[in-house]
């Protein structure tokens, strides 16, 4: 059964910092996309960022550049969201999500649809 567990979560002040973390079970790691979805209180769940196993591309949503890094780490089945400079308007439920196809443009990385499997998400809170 194949399963994503996020960590990491928590209450930081505005300009404060955290690492999520996303651990996959359950299938060999081999997935071609992992990425990071959230969902504000009130709003629709929108992409943050994707990176791709081979090659280790990346992509972010504007609002998150510059202040966040998505990383994986092949050998622990894990995928990481390092997240600086905090703001208030990125309190959200954080999702990881796998999907076993190359998504290489955002037409594709952004859409929940092409995505196999979704963790249960973890809330970040940032309090200004």
């Known amino acids: 059964q194949v399963q994503l567990v996020e960590s990491g979560g928590g209450l930081v002040q505005a300009g404060g910092s955290l690492r999520l973390s996303c651990a996959a079970s359950?299938?060999?790691?081999?997935?071609?996309?992992m990425s990071w979805f959230r969902q504000a209180p009130g709003k629709e769940r929108e992409f943050v960022a994707a990176?791709?196993?081979?090659?280790?591309?990346?992509y972010y949503a504007d609002s998150v550049k510059g202040r966040f890094t998505i990383s994986r780490d092949n050998a622990k089945n894990t995928v990481y969201l390092q997240m600086y400079s905090l703001k208030p308007e990125d309190t959200a439920v954080y999702y990881c999500?796998?999907?076993?196809?190359?998504?290489?443009?955002?037409?594709?990385?952004?859409?929940?649809?092409?995505?196999?499997?979704w963790g249960q998400g973890t809330q970040v809170t940032v309090s200004s």
């Open positions: 999500a796998e999907s076993l196809r190359y998504l290489h443009s955002s037409y594709y990385y952004t859409r929940e649809d092409l995505y196999d499997y």
């Open positions: 359950g299938h060999t790691f081999s997935s071609t996309t």
């Open positions: 990176i791709i196993r081979s090659g280790g591309a990346t």
